[in-house]
Each structure stands twice: as C-alpha cells, then as structure tokens.
C-alpha cells in the first residue's frame, strides 16, 4: 500500500491482502475533496472508450490534487461511478498499468458503482476522490 509519512492503509488482522485498493486509511492533515470528475480535457472534450475516459479522468484527479498542494499519494479515497459494468469489468487488465502510471502504486480505499446515466451524456465513468494533504 501507501509508505507515505502522512497516511497508511489500514488491513484488520486476519484479512487478506487488497489488490488495487486499500480497506481503509488512516491520515493526518488537511482534507481536499474533488467533485465528480470526468474523462474530458480541458477543452472540454472526451477521450474516445472507456480506457481513454479512464486515463483523462485519472489526469483529471491528480492535476485537482496538485492544484490544490497535494501529491497522489495523499489520496485517501475513489469513489468511481461507471454507466457501464460489463466494461469496467472487461477493462481489468488494461486498467493496472494505466493507473500505475498516473497514480503509481499508492492504492487509497476505492468503492466502485454502477450506475445508469452521469450529468454529462458522453460520460461513461466519473471519479470523486478525497486527499489529506501537508499533515
């Protein structure tokens, strides 16, 4: 999980190990809440599929952390809201090493929910996610 000074990840004894994700964590500092983000740029346009979606709205996520004087590893919390299951499931594998080269190896708790639509109509997934930053 996390080695970051100001946040560990929390594992009940007896639990198995997580992969991608944390249980819980424990952090000091300031809380940085982001809002629903989503897979556009700027510009305001969406990367094409489901995976590109997925990497724009992790860039989205860190440059909002960053901006608000936070590293991704002061993330302690994803909440994704995908519109469609079968592809967040069928994504699985191209998923890690995207993750891994925005966000690194830092795996904060995550809940992932299905629903039927998002405010933006091309949307197919946004994230909300909360950091601890400086503790």
Request: net charge negative; proline share 6%.
């Amino acid at each position: 999980m996390s080695d970051h000074p100001q946040s560990r990840a929390i594992l009940p004894e007896g639990w198995p190990q997580p992969r991608g994700y944390a249980n819980g964590m424990v952090a000091e500092g300031r809380v940085l809440v982001t809002g629903g983000l989503v897979g556009w740029n700027a510009e305001g346009v969406f990367a094409p599929g489901f995976i590109g979606q997925l990497r724009q709205t992790f860039l989205n996520v860190r440059a909002v952390v960053e901006a608000g004087g936070g590293r991704v590893e002061d993330i302690v919390r994803m909440t994704w809201y995908v519109t469609d299951i079968a592809a967040y499931r069928a994504s699985l594998g191209a998923m890690g090493p995207i993750y891994r080269e925005v966000f690194g190896r830092h795996f904060p708790a995550m809940a992932v929910v299905a629903v039927t639509a998002l405010v933006e109509p091309e949307a197919l997934l946004e994230i909300e996610a909360t950091a601890v930053v400086g503790g």
